[in-house]
Each structure stands twice: as structure tokens, then as C-alpha cells.
């Protein structure tokens, strides 16, 4: 499939500024937000998941076929989790205008057990 630049561009752009606020986690740049069953894990596996979620790299064809990086999934001390990111206007009102743009955008990253998908 034949992409234009400013497509290819803007795709870049997100990945970029996803990949920065996720291993950054710089609420500046988003917002983190676990769904109740990651919540009810230990603070130990909490933030070891948090700390995968960070560190990702493992993006591929499968998961990742727009090449934005706004989404993963790994296991740890026996769960499987996901992480997804969203994209938000400045205000968490509505769907952002372009996720390119990160002063139009406030990105969400959901960390969720793959059962609550």
C-alpha cells in the first residue's frame, strides 16, 4: 500500500512522541492509567509492569501495523498484560484532532490484564 510522506510523516511523528512518553512516563506528556485488576496486583508486580511497559521494544508486524507503537503486550509473574495508548483533546473531553500534534493531544496509556480487553 502506497503511503504519502506526510502519512508516513505523521505516523513517525506519533511513534515518536508515544515511544517518549511511554518511556518517559512524563505527565507532561500523558497520562498512565491501570485498569482495576492491574491495580489489584502487588506494588511489586505493578511496577515491575510499569517498568516492561517502559522498556518495551519488542514491536512488530502483528502488533504494531500502523508503525505508531501504541500498542504491546508481554507477560509477567503469570498474567499477560496489554498496553495501549489513546488519544485525547488537551482537556480528556474528546478524541484528539491529530495525534501528531502533541499541544492537540493529551496521550492515555492504559495498562490493562489482557482478560479485561
Same mark, same amino acid.
Given at each position: 500500500?502506497?503511503?504519502?510522506?506526510?502519512?508516513?510523516?505523521?505516523?513517525?511523528?506519533?511513534?515518536?512522541?508515544?515511544?517518549?512518553?511511554?518511556?518517559?512516563?512524563?505527565? +507532561?506528556? !500523558?497520562?498512565?492509567?491501570?485498569?482495576? !485488576?492491574?491495580?489489584?496486583?502487588?506494588?511489586?508486580?505493578?511496577?515491575? @509492569?510499569?517498568?516492561?511497559?517502559?522498556? /518495551?521494544?519488542?514491536?512488530?508486524?502483528?502488533?504494531?501495523?500502523? %508503525?505508531?507503537?501504541?500498542?504491546?503486550?508481554?507477560?509477567? @509473574? !503469570?498474567?499477560?498484560? /496489554? /498496553?495501549?495508548?489513546?488519544?485525547?483533546?488537551?482537556?480528556?473531553?474528546? %478524541?484528539?484532532?491529530?495525534? @501528531?500534534?502533541?499541544?492537540?493531544? +493529551?496521550?492515555?496509556?492504559?495498562?490493562?490484564? @489482557?482478560?479485561?480487553?
Amino acid at each position: 500500500e502506497h503511503m504519502s510522506l506526510t502519512d508516513k510523516q505523521a505516523r513517525e511523528c506519533i511513534r515518536d512522541l508515544n515511544d517518549a512518553f511511554r518511556k518517559s512516563l512524563d505527565q +507532561n506528556l !500523558g497520562k498512565l492509567m491501570m485498569t482495576s !485488576g492491574v491495580s489489584a496486583l502487588s506494588s511489586d508486580v505493578r511496577a515491575m @509492569a510499569i517498568r516492561e511497559v517502559e522498556t /518495551f521494544d519488542a514491536f512488530d508486524g502483528d502488533n504494531d501495523p500502523n %508503525g505508531e507503537h501504541d500498542f504491546g503486550s508481554f507477560d509477567l @509473574a !503469570g498474567h499477560k498484560f /496489554f /498496553f495501549k495508548v489513546d488519544y485525547y483533546d488537551p482537556r480528556l473531553e474528546f %478524541g484528539s484532532d491529530d495525534p @501528531a500534534d502533541p499541544t492537540k493531544t +493529551n496521550r492515555v496509556l492504559t495498562l490493562m490484564l @489482557a482478560e479485561e480487553y
